[in-house]
């Protein structure tokens, strides 16, 4: 069987390529987000620019996108979040976390995207990298003046804190 690149475990064939090769429409933003990416790691550039918002076509670099793709190494693509890009929605986000390998250096983009459908389609609007997200603790923080988690009745810094 072979999967689709997208990470829904669903052959290549019934899942993004339809989408890619014009077949039939993304029914959702993230349906058209895993197709971008699908058309990314096989190369499929020309549908990275006609899912492109038509607004947003003046800004597409087209010699650097085949670049990249070309260059990188895909290895997982994941959805974190979305909001909105449902089949009755106008609009829609779309966060997640690809990762590759380029000239032999592991990275992940982490992107926050937005979509809109105008016409029965859904298009890539634009896309900024996601901020990290806040680290919130479970428990207190220890000080390290505060006496040691461990019992054994040194200062945290003496102690488990070195």
Not at 35 to 41: E, G, M, P, T
Not at 57 to 73: C, G, L, Q, V
Not at 85 to 99: H, L, R
Not at 121 to 129: A, D, L, Q
């Amino acid at each position: 069987m072979n999967n689709c690149p997208c990470g829904s475990n669903i052959n290549y064939e019934e899942c993004c390529r339809p989408i890619i090769k014009g077949e039939r429409a993304a029914v959702t933003a993230e349906q058209l987000m895993r197709s971008r990416y699908s058309a990314y790691v096989k190369k499929e550039l020309d549908y990275i620019l006609t899912s492109l918002h038509p607004d947003s076509r003046s800004d597409y670099d087209e010699k650097s996108t085949r670049a990249w793709a070309e260059s990188a190494e895909w290895h997982k693509f994941e959805i974190l979040e979305t909001s909105g890009g449902g089949a009755e929605d106008v609009e829609g986000q779309v966060e997640f976390a690809a990762s590759y390998s380029e000239n032999g250096l592991e990275k992940e983009h982490h992107e926050l995207s937005s979509f809109k459908k105008e016409d029965g389609n859904w298009y890539f609007v634009s896309g900024k990298i996601a901020p990290p997200k806040q680290f919130i603790r479970s428990a207190p923080k220890v000080g390290r003046n505060d006496p040691c988690v461990c019992g054994s009745g040194k200062k945290y810094k003496k102690c488990c804190g070195q």
